[in-house]
């Protein structure tokens, strides 16, 4: 058989990848060696205000777009499985850790806001309410 596009890795990217391409009329192989992939460690994290970066805003500007994508890529494949991918859209917390972590907590707020992001800023008894694992 010929095909289009070899996807090597059953992972959530590559089964989205050769997924998405099938449906559009490519011929694809998928080749997997059957281990756990490790990108179900984290790869239903889609954290783009985390993870943006002085002098990276192209770049955060990409994941953002990408993360906006996600609630329909997810109905797509909720409606041609039949079953729910487990999609949900909860935000995200920035923490510092140790008190010595608050300026730099700040500092990539200042960055988020020079980006056109609202941020707000949250005490640590009210994320503790919110997510109630995080300690003092």
């Given at each position: 058989m ?19 391409a099938?449906?559009?009329g ?10 756990p ?13 985390s ?27 909720a ?11 909860s935000?995200?917390m ?43």
């Amino acid at each position: 058989m010929s095909v289009d596009l070899a996807v090597v890795g059953a992972g959530p990217w590559g089964l989205a990848l050769a997924w998405r391409a099938a449906s559009q009329g490519a011929r694809v192989a998928l080749c997997d060696d059957g281990a756990p992939p490790a990108g179900w460690v984290a790869a239903g994290m889609l954290g783009p205000w985390s993870e943006a970066a002085d002098g990276e805003e192209a770049v955060h500007e990409l994941m953002v777009a990408a993360a906006d994508r996600w609630p329909g890529f997810a109905d797509e494949l909720a409606s041609a499985s039949g079953r729910d991918p487990g999609y949900i859209r909860s935000g995200a917390m920035i923490v510092a850790g140790r008190p010595d972590h608050v300026a730099r907590v700040r500092r990539h707020r200042e960055r988020l806001e020079e980006m056109g992001r609202a941020v707000p800023w949250t005490p640590g008894s009210r994320l503790r309410e919110l997510e109630p694992g995080l300690s003092t």
